[in-house]
Structures are given as C-alpha cells and as structure tokens.
Nanobody, 118 residues
Framework: QVQLVESGGGLVPPGESLRLSCVAS????????MDWYRQAPGLQRELVAS???????NYADSVKGRFTISMDNAKNAVSLEMNSLKPEDTAIYYC????????????WGQGTQVTVSS
C-alpha cells in the first residue's frame, strides 16, 4: 500500500519559518518528481514547488526566494523550507509523487495545515 505522510505544519506569525516534510512508502517503481501543492479555502489547489529526481526545481512566482524544496532520492522524501511566511501562505499543503514513465502513477498525501497569523 502506497502512503505519503506529511509532517511539519502548524501556526506561525508572519515572517517566521516552517519546514514541511513528506515520506513516500510502498512504491514499487521509482519516482520521477515530487511536489508540494496548497489549497486555501475557496480557492483551487495550486502548485507551490516541484523537484525531479535529477534535481530540477520549479517554484510558483509567489514563493520564489522564500521557499526551498529539496529531495532525498534514497528515502523517497521531500521537504519544503518556508521562510518569511505571509498570511496569504495559509493553506492546506499537500505532498504529491508521480512517475511519468510506464508504469505511471500519481499519489497524494493527506495534507497538513499551515496557518500564518499574528
């Protein structure tokens, strides 16, 4: 059974930092990319950051320069270091793992709440 387990969410005041972590288990075939998405109330889920097993990263414009994604290929783990947090970063953050070559797959974590408020 494949599981993606996230940790590290919480409540922080504006300007502070949080680190999210996600570990994937139960995978039979190697991951191609791991991502972090987020969904705020009333809004669509959006891509925050992604990283390939080759180390290529991509960030949403709203988090560039503040967030850093990293991956431990051997552990099928991904982290998101979030600095200078803003109230508009408040959302549920979801870990995602995908394989784009056959056999393809696409898995999601259960989500972790991040709240930025004074």
């Amino acid at each position: 059974q494949v599981q993606l387990v996230e940790s590290g969410g919480g409540l922080v005041p504006p300007g502070e930092s949080l680190r999210l972590s996600c570990v994937a288990s139960g995978l039979r075939y190697g991951i191609n990319v791991m991502d972090w998405y987020r969904q705020a109330p009333g809004l669509q889920r959006e891509l925050v950051a992604s990283i390939t097993t080759g180390g290529t990263t991509n960030y949403a414009d709203s988090v560039k320069g503040r967030f850093t994604i990293s991956m431990d290929n051997a552990k099928n783990a991904v982290s998101l270091e979030m600095n200078s947090l803003k109230p508009e970063d408040t959302a549920i953050y979801y870990c995602h793992a995908a394989r784009y070559v056959i056999p393809r797959y696409d898995y999601w974590g259960q989500g972790t709440q991040v709240t930025v408020s004074s």
